[in-house]
């Protein structure tokens, strides 16, 4: 599976947008770009995925990049229950693959 | 619907003693999976069963670590004898895979464990 780098941590004032890079250079084909998200003492709960596409559902966009070499998962309007670590994972779409979890980005929602 | 339960929440035990952790998965789901979550860092997969089959057992330390999946629903993860670094959160998914595509994984509270 390619690897993903994403920034360490965020911050973002309630009710604004969270746009959350992140970058996988090395990713081929066919691997999808999946996110997902630990809230505190939570285990991680699915967020969105996509392949090359722009995704939207009821939590949040994604939007990946022409060449496919990066992607930014964008919360329109953050509340402080999205206080969490974001996992950006590139994986095959196969029920034979694996996710592989990076530290992620902790995005802390301030009033 | 029921989400992925696991227990105990919480285990402190001492090195050298044994442990296990239990997962029931959400009722239908085919797959399930065990992740190993050292503080700081993301999960990291341990097994991954589909039914009652072994898929990915790779980064399982097979000499302290077993895990079993009888009759395909209920998961027990054992750790005998533990280490001091086995100290970590350990966290069951699920998800209705059946082999042809990734679906989502469902994540239990996970277990905490700490071995003194």
């Known amino acids: 599976d390619a690897k993903t780098t994403q920034p360490t941590s965020m911050d973002c004032a309630e009710g604004r947008a969270a746009n959350l890079p992140c970058n996988h250079s090395?990713?081929?084909?066919?691997?999808?770009v999946y996110w997902y998200r630990q809230i505190h003492s939570q285990g991680p709960q699915y967020i969105i995925h996509?392949?090359?596409n722009n995704e939207t559902n009821e939590m949040a966009s994604l939007i990946i990049t022409e060449d496919r070499k990066s992607s930014t998962l964008i919360l329109p309007h953050a509340t402080l229950r999205d206080t969490a670590v974001y996992y950006c994972i590139a994986a095959m779409n196969s029920g034979y693959s694996t996710l592989t979890f990076g530290k992620g980005t902790m995005l802390l929602v301030s009033p | 619907e029921a989400g992925v339960a696991q227990s105990p929440r919480y285990k402190i035990i001492e090195k050298r003693q044994s442990v296990a952790f239990w997962c029931n998965p959400i009722?239908?789901?085919?797959?399930l999976y065990w992740y190993q979550q050292i503080l700081g860092q993301g999960p990291k997969l341990l097994i991954q069963f589909q039914n009652n089959g072994v898929v990915d057992d790779s980064q399982l330390p097979k000499d302290r670590f077993s895990a079993e999946r009888l009759k395909g629903v209920d998961s027990t993860l054992k750790i005998q004898p533990a280490k001091l670094e086995d100290s970590a959160v350990y966290l069951c998914a699920s998800s209705l895979t059946s082999g042809g595509i990734q679906e989502t994984q469902y994540f239990g509270p996970g277990t905490r464990l700490l071995v003194l």
């Open positions: 009722s239908g789901h085919a797959t």
């Open positions: 090395t990713i081929s084909g066919n691997e999808y």
């Open positions: 996509g392949l090359k």
